[in-house]
Nanobody, 119 residues
Framework: QVQLVESGGGLVQAGGSLRLSCAAS????????MGWYRQAPGKQRELVAA???????DYADSVKGRFTISRDNAKNTADLQMNSLKPEDTGVYYC?????????????WGQGTQVTVSS
């Protein structure tokens, strides 16, 4: 079994910065993708950023140039540095780990951490 533990959320004023961290433990093998998703009240969960074990990254258009995702494969951690935060970045941020295999994708979620950006 795999567990994901997030930390680093909180309340910040617009224009400020926060850093989220995700630590994965358990049976993590081979190629995988770690990502951060967020869910605002009344909205669907959306991808914010993802990083493959080889280092390639994807970002939502709304965060490009402001957020940076990084990972440490040896420690199975993924961080999300969020700069120039906006009120619309408010939401619960979830860490995600996806391990694709030829048979199925194994997907795991953290418990979520609240990020609130005040105007």
């Amino acid at each position: 079994q795999v567990q994901l533990v997030e930390s680093g959320g909180g309340l910040v004023q617009a224009g400020g910065s926060l850093r989220l961290s995700c630590a994965a433990s358990g049976n993590i093998f081979g190629f995988n993708v770690m990502g951060w998703y967020r869910q605002a009240p009344g909205k669907q969960r959306e991808l914010v950023a993802a990083i493959r074990s080889g280092g390639n990254t994807d970002y939502a258009d709304s965060v490009k140039g402001r957020f940076t995702i990084s990972r440490d494969n040896a420690k199975n951690t993924a961080d999300l540095q969020m700069n120039s935060l906006k009120p619309e970045d408010t939401g619960v941020y979830y860490c995600n780990l996806r391990i694709p295999t030829s048979l199925k994708d194994f997907t795991y979620w953290g418990q979520g951490t609240q990020v609130t950006v005040s105007s």
